[in-house]
């Protein structure tokens, strides 16, 4: 079996000429906490609500828990969404709503909706009613609908959105505790890569439609560390020096880059020797990379989100 608790191939999902989604490959594995990152109308709530079976694929598979085509139909409850605003009862408490969705699912262990409130940190709203709720509060309270049914895959559309400092730090937390406590998978959607960096182990960065590029949180972390920077016409000519003075910690980036991720403050020696071997170097510099210039970048200039 695949190592991979969620996969698609070639989502896609058209609406008249227009792919909102097209070809998306995804590769969650079990246990991460997948960010999906894009701009607003990205296509990221239509890949999502696919996921979720809430919309129908134009073309293309998806893959959950090993199963896929109609199979998918018996583990679709293994998955518990919250796409878009939850919608709540605002004249009830947060446990009146979660009773009635466990009514609605024929849940009726004792003690269950508790325990759902202990997890996303709203055991003590008490006599609260909803509208007199924050706005992660809210949040926080459609992630346990979302949890109703013990799910082990999660599917969070833009969770923080809109949310103050303290109001995503609260969801943050939650999501990291579901994660750890439960074992759970989550996928979370954000337009802002920075707010999902303290948490998400993987990122999938999602652009007018189609997915551009896939990685771990040590290669994002990777390609936005400190780092010399040299610039040259081959790479490959300059890695024996490097290997020579012992450095282990670099990657050839592109035909024209090498970054150095170590012994930042030897770049002068490092220049010198290359040209004692020949090796023309044409720059070299030490640079960072913010988190966010770096989704900025990939997906085309300025922020319009
Ligand atoms: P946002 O954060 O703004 O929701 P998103 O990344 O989730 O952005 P989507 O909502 O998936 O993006 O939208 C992707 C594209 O598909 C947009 O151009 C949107 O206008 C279009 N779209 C979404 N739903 C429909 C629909 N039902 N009919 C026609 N076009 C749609």
Do not use: W
């Not at 937390?173 to 802002?192: A, F, P, V």
């Amino acid at each position: 079996m695949s190592e991979f608790l969620l996969e698609t191939h070639g989502l896609t999902k058209q609406y008249g000429h227009h792919k909102a989604v097209d070809s998306v490959n995804l590769h969650v594995k079990k246990g991460a906490i997948y960010g999906f990152i894009g701009r607003n109308g990205a296509g990221k709530t239509t890949c999502l609500r696919m996921i979720a079976g809430l919309a129908r694929p134009t073309a293309g598979e998806i893959s959950l828990f090993g199963y896929s085509g109609k199979e998918i139909l018996q583990v679709r409850s293994r998955v518990g969404c919250l796409i878009e605003t939850p919608g709540l009862y605002r004249n009830m408490t947060a446990y009146e709503n979660l009773k009635v969705k466990c009514l609605m699912t024929g849940i009726k262990k004792k003690g269950y909706i508790e325990d759902i409130l202990e997890s996303v940190g709203l055991a003590d709203t008490g006599n609260k009613r909803v509208k007199n709720f924050s706005l992660g509060m809210k949040q926080r309270l459609g992630v346990a609908l979302a949890l109703v049914g013990e799910p082990d895959l999660i599917v969070l559309d833009e969770p923080i959105n809109g949310l103050d400092p303290q109001g995503i730090a609260e969801v943050r937390d939650t999501i990291q505790r579901l994660c750890d406590e439960k074992n759970m998978t989550i996928i979370i959607s954000s337009h802002i890569l920075e707010e999902l960096a303290k948490i998400a182990t993987d990122y999938g960065i999602i652009h007018n439609g189609s997915l551009i590029q896939e990685l771990t949180r040590e290669e994002l972390m990777r390609r936005c560390s400190e780092r010399i920077e040299i610039t040259l016409d081959n790479p490959e000519s300059a890695l024996p020096v490097l290997d020579n003075m012992g450095f282990v910690n670099y990657q050839v980036a592109d035909k024209n880059h090498i970054y150095v991720f170590e012994r930042l403050d030897e770049s002068a020696a490092l220049n010198m020797e290359l040209a004692k071997h020949g090796v023309l170097v044409k720059g070299i510099s030490i640079t960072s990379e913010e988190l966010e210039s770096y989704f900025l970048n990939l997906t085309g200039g300025a922020a319009d989100a």
